[in-house]
């Protein structure tokens, strides 16, 4: 039966080229918008670190004083921490792995044939960062506690940076110029950057893009007078020379949680420390948070804006498209009232009749489909063209590929249905009569 | 024109005419907002900005030795002087748009609470020039205040300073700015004069209370210094931009140098801007279509549909201009109809966006000029299954079809 309404739909495919067409161009359009939209914002608000998120967790605490609030509505906590929260939190050990990031733009000055000064988009951070965040090694390995207290002068370099400067060997133990300061490299990295760059939300620069260039421990580089990107003072007397003791925050702060025990039980000890420190005079506000991974970034808005206008304004005009595509199957199906009349008079039931329209309305989403993906692979090559920081991500997996069917095939059937169904309601004597 | 008969009739094909109608809401709906953010954008990338934009060229050069600042500045400002062309130079901490924002906020009192973010500027002898900043009241720095200012824990160690005319109105509305003082964790400048309005280092980051919220203080040469800023006349800035880069190149040996001309850095500044107003007319245009194609689909089908009754009607009479007028008046009743239903649904996403994405509220002109377009949208659309409705023979009447 199947095959039969196959070839009758084809058949009527045929018989109306300009019709069809324009059906198909519609649902293309419309899908190969949307698709395009939703694979970017798929990318945008993806799990940087799927193995691992839910059990990394952001701690805040609030030192700002109370009538000096973080933000205008007093309510949200600041986004980062000073040196001595962060230091009295880390020498706590009370999760199983603890990190404090800061980022810094870092210049890099090879031998003197090897080219000219450059800056490279740098970490500062302890030990717990590469074992924590899952970071792969092409080769050597990060650096260790001892080395952190050690203010050891190591490097790990990503790979990019050690094809650049060494032409892709292995350049463990060889030394790196930072800022004026030899560096030795103890590792090299395999390609990795997380998207979105989750570990340095607002501690300078870029939310996407190729991942950090140089790893520095926190401690080296600060004592070697490397600066942060981002520094906010709550407090007058803020310094670059003395942020360790400045009343600023510059800081961000990861631990790592195994368990629900692990998350409660730090929760308490992150609210007694608060608590302790409004004791002490330090803080005026006992308020604490520590969302995980996934709830740092939603909290925090890091898909664009625009991204997320885009993908509506996309499915506001897969809807145009699809009632667009109701109207010009409907107009096809009823002008063909005889032929049903005379399908009905032979003996189809109506559900023969819908079915043969449906099948129909389905090589049509098929057809939009495959149209539609080739507007979508045109739509994300456009924007792997434009300047957005995350553009050079759009490419389309195999997930948003199947998707473009399924979509196509929805939308089609959902465009067929009314169709279909206006068409198995024709009366077939009255069409009979008439001729 | 009779519109009885044509409501008759449209309450005859109830599903074609409600589906027109919804293509059409849908449409003006989409439309009207998408035209709105187009013009929303557009106005941002015009954002005016009251410096020499068109003669300025940045040459920023970072990682040189601080402590020797004092000495390398002003030898490095000498050679760039040299440079044929050059009208003014200085040097500079940053520059709007620049998109590295130094932010502080000023009050106007000692103890005072603001919630605007304003834009830091430090400037070497000259910037004023160099920069082609407007003074609207007061006056620019002397010698004397460039030489005593320093830079320490990103403050001014001088007493000086300009602001511009958007904070002048906004911190002493009514009255002279010239004279006041502004403070900021307890240390104060005295406001000497006031500028017209300079963009913020990233105006989309600092929100609308802070796009033009910028305050300026002098600096002698200090390694907070990392931008020169060149003035010449816009037809050498590239020109003068590449001399710079080999002046400096050659005299910055250990730092990174790079340039942009002051139009680049502002085209930069704005290009996801720029492309997102591309894509949204390009959805726009695409979308006009689909609706166009929509409406002629359905319509050709619809005429085809009344041949008859078509016929009938030229039998007893009917001009083509009255078949024509007809289906013209028919759509333009269902055009109305659907744009009315389509204002509704324009104000509700507006609304919806208003709260979701911070968006300004639709002015209301944005409806009747797309009630217009959509409006010449169907009447173009319909035309041509019009014109070969009125091309229906009267014999059609006198056949079983």
Redesign the interface.
Known sequence: MFGYYLDLALRSLRRNKVLTTLMVMALALGIGATITTLTVLRLLSGDPLPQKSAQLFYPQVDPYPADQPFSRSGKRLPFAMSYVDVMNLLHARKAKRQVAVALSQVKVTPDAQAGKPFYADGVMATADFFPMFDVPFRYGAGWTAAEDDGRAQVAVIAGYLNDRLFGGANSVGRMIHIEGHDFRIIGVLKHWAPQPRFYALHLGGHNYGKGEGVYLPLLAARADGIAPSMMMSYAPGSSLQHLETSPAIWLGMWVELPDASAVSAYRLFLANYARQQVALGRFQKSRTAMPSLMEWLRSEHVVPDDARLQAGLAFGFLLICVVNTVGLLLAKCLRRAREIGVRRVLGASRGAIFAQFMVEAAIVGLAGGVLGLVFAVLGLWGIRHQPAQYASLAHLDFPMFLFTFVVALAASLVAGLLPAWRACAVAPAPQLKAS | MQIRPILASLRKHR??AT??V??IA??C??LCN?VF?IGQRLADIHWPNAIDEQGISVVTV??TDAKLAASDIPRDLAALRGIAGVTAVAAATSMPLDQNPALSSFTTTPDG?T?VNTSVYFIGSGGEQALGLRLLEGRFFNADEYADSGF???ASTGHVMLITQSDARRLWPGQSALGKTLYT???AWTVVGVVADVLAQDPKMSGPGGRYSSAFFPLRPDGAMGDYVLRSAPQDRVRVLREALQVLGRLES???VQGATYAGMRD?YF??TR??AW??LL?CM??LA??A??IV??T???V??RRRQIGIRRAVGATRGHILQYFQTENFLLGTAGVALGMVLAFGINLY?MQR?EMARMPWYYLPVSAVALWVLGQLAVLGPALRASNVPPVVATR??
């Open positions: 599903i074609p589906l027109i919804l293509e849908l449409a709906a989409v998408a953010m970072n990682g609470n919630t320490k824990d990103f964790n307890e240390q250990d730092g990174v930069a290009a996801d492309s997102m894509m949204l959805v695409v979308m689909v609706t194609f929509g689909g359905l050709s089908f619809w085809g549909q966006l994405y079983s079809v």
